[in-house]
């Protein structure tokens, strides 16, 4: 059962060729048999789930059925699902039991779908190899001594495991792209406000979006038609029509206008990884689009803007967690200075503690011109790199990251070099503009992923030209040996 797409297994469903409650049993096995290596979930919710399954059954019956109904789904530990533990992979919250849905997984509650469990994932999404999790480093399926990416780096792995049959993830620098080109998904980050916010645990408030991870481009229209719209909780969500997302997968690619960024495809970027892009560039235009160079002349900014404006905001965000209304509390503290101190350094990991110390030095008086306006002005120069550039072609082609996924271990002690392979994806964040990641080959078996970027509210258009690349090439129907 877990060979079949999202869109297969929502026609079994339909045509009651299998119940849901089969399936979530059968997911669930797998999470079993398979999760004690990878680690992918931090909590497994099988009784919601089977008990979801049984009412997605009764509606099947009746013949109230959705795409996504009976649909066994794993979401990342940072959407507050009510009465179920929501830690952000952190030890702040290992003890924190959601009183409220999510707006995004309430939606998935109303389509019917069943939640499996929640992901693991880097430590409140802090992170581009889910090493930084309170609960442990999760492993690439592809191959187990290596990271799965992150900060979504759990859903990934799930995902390609086939421990679930799609899942959510959140993206505030790449944290959906990058893991899903390190697991051969397809990933989607929708533009800035598509997605509501509210009730997923802020990060950087002004980059955080959620979206889908999922075997196809196909199932993450299926996905994130459920997901996207206006919610008025969410002063950020953008009031405008949710377009049928499958309806124009099938769209031709004719006169299709692929932008490649100069300054994407420059040092850094892996020989195989440069090939793989070269070939579905050579396939896009088999198709019958128009591939022409073009700059992004600011890009080389982006990584140093992004990490003072995300530690910025996150250390406002994460002010929030004083020991005193929600997670870890610190034993018998002498007073109250003494209680959020403790709380605080015992609560949270290095990789937390390192941003919210950049980020309040970032904002304090007298650096904040330097330092918060300086990038903000950055930021903005690069959302006029992408318009203008969006004057010249309908999409623009990249890779998702310069390498490979690397071994778990290789990069923790330099967090530089682990923020350099955000490299790729954080200029479209900072923007706000949409991108979809999918698999475009292998190299020593593992996955090398492609993104392409569209203008605002263009996800329609990104997930028809995944599709198309995709009725055109295998390397996303390959599963990991053994799963
Ligand atoms: N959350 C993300 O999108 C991941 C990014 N690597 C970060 O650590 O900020």
Not at 100 to 120: C, H, P, W
Not at 237 to 263: H, M
């Amino acid at each position: 059962m877990h060979e079949k797409t999202l869109a297969e297994l929502s026609q079994a469903l339909r045509s009651k060729a299998i119940s849901s409650v089969e399936l979530t049993e059968h997911y669930l096995k797998r999470i079993e048999q398979f999760d004690g290596t990878l680690n992918s979930y931090i909590s497994v919710t099988p009784e919601l789930a089977l008990q979801q399954a049984r009412a997605a059954d009764a509606r099947i019956a009746a013949g109230d059925a959705g795409p996504l109904t009976g649909i066994p789904l794993a979401h990342k530990d940072l959407f507050c699902t009510r009465g179920v533990r929501t830690s952000c992979g952190s030890k702040m919250l290992d003890n924190f039991i959601a009183p409220y849905e999510s707006s995004v997984t309430q939606r998935f509650i109303d389509a019917g779908a069943v939640m499996l469990g929640k992901t693991n994932m880097d430590e409140f999404a802090m992170g581009s190899s889910n090493e930084s999790s309170f609960y442990g480093a999760v492993r690439n399926p592809w191959n187990t001594e290596h990271v799965p990416g992150g900060s979504s780096g759990g859903s990934a792995a799930a995902v390609a495991a086939r421990l679930c049959a799609a899942a959510t993830g959140t993206d505030t620098g790449g944290s959906i792209r990058q893991p899903a080109g390190f697991t051969a998904l397809t990933g989607l980050k929708p533009t800035y406000g598509r997605v509501s916010r509210w009730g997923m645990i802020a990060y950087a408030s002004s980059l955080d979006q959620g979206g889908p991870m999922a075997r196809s481009a196909e199932d993450c229209a299926l996905m994130l038609q459920a997901m996207a719209g206006f919610d008025a909780k969410d002063s950020t969500s953008v009031e405008q029509p949710v377009p049928d997302y499958s309806a124009s997968l099938n769209d031709s690619l004719k006169g299709l206008r692929i932008g490649l960024p100069r300054e994407y495809f420059g040092a850094g970027l892996d020989s195989a990884t440069a090939e793989a892009i070269q070939a579905a560039v050579q396939q896009f235009q088999a198709l019958g689009a128009e591939v022409r160079e073009i700059s992004l002349p600011n890009a080389e900014l982006a990584i140093p803007a992004y990490y003072v404006i995300a530690p910025a905001e996150a250390s406002s965000n994460l002010s929030r967690f004083d020991g005193v209304r929600f997670g870890h509390r610190c034993d018998n503290p002498a007073d109250l200075t003494d209680l959020y101190k403790r709380s605080r350094a015992e609560g949270f990991g290095a990789e937390v503690k390192r941003r919210i110390m950049v980020g309040a030095y970032a904002l304090s008086a007298g650096y904040y011109d330097a330092y918060y306006l300086q990038a903000q002005k950055i930021r903005r120069l690069i959302k006029n790199d992408f318009i203008a550039a969006y004057e010249q072609v309908d999409v623009i082609l990249c890779p998702t990251a310069p390498t490979p996924a690397f071994r778990i271990g290789e990069k923790i002690d330099d967090p530089v070099s682990l923020y350099l392979t955000d490299i790729y994806t954080i200029t479209a964040n900072l923007a706000g503009v949409p991108g979809i990641a999918l698999p475009a080959g292998f190299a020593n078996g593992l996955p090398i992923g492609m993104q392409l970027l569209g203008p605002y509210f263009s996800e329609a258009r990104l997930l028809n030209i995944a599709h198309q690349y995709q009725q055109h090439s295998d390397w996303h129907t390959r599963t990991p040996d053994g799963y």
